[in-house]
């Protein structure tokens, strides 16, 4: 005998005459995109920058609501359990790839409980150190790392975070030892480190992108394949005498498991025309300097088990804990 869960129940619902009509009748009330991070970061902006176009364009109220916590588990989990009836989605970042290997407890399947919508777009970590600190290269950092070990910090978005992970293969490779101080979330972090409060500073271009010049940082390298047009004088970690290292972050739309294809194929084309507009996505691509996918839900699908399965194992070679 088949069991019958909530969702499934519900899903089936969907499927009825009543529940098409109000399906046609969609959206029927205030839209959240929930931002398992808090206000200041990638996820964040991206979010604000399509909520206008977003509401123009579904005739419906859409707020941007911050839940952080737990990795970006927490928001995540939040609507993992809302009713799959197109007014909840969720806007992720890399950690949601390796939270299931950092935070085994979690509440929720990432794969079963969330289904695909968009992949919105990747971009390389940066690697940057404060302007009053003396590095001006990533061969600087590793000299100074094997005169003293342990004596270098850098920040990153959290804990097994990409940019952390990034950093853990790099020093392993380069044979040095630095100091991971993790923030919950982007907006923490680009706040000390403008401030100075860490040495250097590994986070996506989506972060750190309006920072880069101006003197606010000192960015070294970047963990692409190719130089970035924007700054076409800083070198890759591969120029940098690493063969091969390549990390991204990404950013990406699920909605939960079970919402009626339609209504997730409408939000996907609405989110689209939004990101598309010429102030929106001049702000994405020349500003943050994310490369734009813009992939449908089997795009999504499969980068994200590719993330998961590759990262995974970084996670459990290096015995890399969540920060809860």
Known sequence: ????????????????????????????????????????????TISRLVQTGLQQRLGANVIVENRPGASGSTGSGVVAKSPPDGMSWLMVFDTHAVNPYLLPSMPFDTEKDLDPVLLIGTAPHVICAHPSRPYRSLADVIAAAKQKPETITYGTVGAGSLGHLSMTLLGKRAGVKLVHVPYRGGGPLLNDTIAGHVDLTCASTGLLGPHLSGGKTRPLCHTGKARLTAFPNLPTVIEEGFPGFESYAWWGLFAPAGTPKPIVERFSAEFVASIREERVEKQIVDVQMISLSLGGPDVLRKFLAEQMQLWGEVIRENNIKGDI
Do not use: C, K, Y
């Open 1 to 44: 005998m088949v069991e019958l869960t909530r969702r499934s129940l519900v899903a089936t619902a969907l499927l009825s005459p009543l529940a098409a009509h109000a399906q046609a009748a969609w959206p029927s009330g205030i839209i959240r995109i929930v931002v398992p991070f808090p206000a200041g970061g990638s996820v964040d």
